[in-house]
């Protein structure tokens, strides 16, 4: 199997309601990774792209976050619209979006 391209992690951490760090994933139901892995499989961009759960990421105030490696392009305040185009821009042009991105200033800041 070849290396992937494109490794898309995305924050699925849930805490309780009232926790004052907040958290990506309130609901609990991955939809943010769902959406994502549907537009991967309809763009037939899988395998070598993957979409995968992961804890937390330690951005949770940027949140909902994800970071997509070997790039390193961490991205956050990510809504179910931004699924398309970040599939579009970022993972097949290249690009990335600067409105969601999280600046090397504004990483790991608490
Ligand atoms: S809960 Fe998602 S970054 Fe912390």
Redesign the pocket.
């Known amino acids: 199997m070849p290396k992937f391209t494109h490794h898309i992690f995305v924050?699925c951490?849930r805490?309780e309601s009232g926790d004052t760090?907040?958290?990506?994933?309130p609901q609990g139901n991955e939809e943010l990774r769902r959406l994502l892995k549907a537009e991967l499989d309809q763009r037939g961009l899988e395998p070598l792209v993957r979409a995968s759960k992961t804890g937390?990421?330690?951005?949770?105030e940027?949140?909902?976050?994800i970071v997509i490696y070997p790039q390193e392009i961490w991205y956050g305040g990510v809504q179910p619209k931004d699924v398309p185009r970040i599939i579009e821009e970022t993972i097949i042009r290249g690009k990335v979006i600067p409105e969601l991105v999280i600046g090397d200033e504004q990483l790991n800041k608490k």
Do not use: K, V
């Open positions: 924050c951490h805490r760090r907040g958290c990506c994933d937390c990421l330690e951005q949770c940027l949140g909902p976050t």
